[in-house]
């Protein structure tokens, strides 16, 4: 017989809070802990009675922090002035059309890792949440995707770069 949910949040919900601040930081955490106890109350009377609440709980707040940095990618961010002229830097086909072709010839785990380090600011542990991997694996298919790109880009640059 399953435990009353009351419980289970009694129970679990510093584990939770600990996975939510680990990927998000202490700003977010308390969202993506409301978040992942309001996801599991509706889901909870269908889980089954043999199931590992705690790594249910821990995988559903993972979704959730993976949500929350999907959707703070899509906020605008506040500047003290706007430019004078819009700019091309960073939007894929204008003037770089040669490099983005480039980007996108990578294996996709790299192509994700560049995607997702070099142009959303991400570190190698949220890479590494977003693509199911492991830190070391982020970095390193990250780290592959940089040494592709000097060897295929024609106007990349290897003067202080590390090896």
Not at 45 to 63: K, M
Not at 66 to 86: C, G, M, Q, Y
Not at 132 to 146: E, I, M, P, Y
Request: charged residues 25%; positive net charge; aromatic residues 6%.
């Amino acid at each position: 017989m399953k435990q009353p949910f009351e419980s289970v949040v009694t129970l679990h919900s510093a584990t939770v809070l600990r996975v939510c601040r680990s990927l998000l930081g202490v700003h977010d955490a308390d969202d993506a802990w409301s978040e992942t106890f309001l996801a599991a109350m509706r889901a909870y009377p269908d889980l089954p009675d043999t199931a590992n609440v705690e790594a249910w709980l821990v995988t559903i707040a993972r979704r959730k922090a993976i949500d929350l940095h999907r959707a703070a990618k899509r906020n605008p961010l506040p500047v003290e002035e706007l430019p004078e002229a819009p700019t091309a830097l960073g939007i894929p086909g204008m003037d770089d059309t040669d490099l983005w072709r480039t980007v996108g010839q990578l294996p996709r785990k790299q192509r994700q890792a560049i995607t997702f380090r070099y142009l959303a600011g991400m570190s190698h542990a949220e890479i590494a949440a977003v693509l199911g991997g492991t830190v070391d694996a982020a970095r390193r298919a990250s780290a592959d995707g940089l040494k592709n790109l000097r060897k295929s880009y024609p106007g990349a640059s290897t003067k202080g770069a590390r090896s």
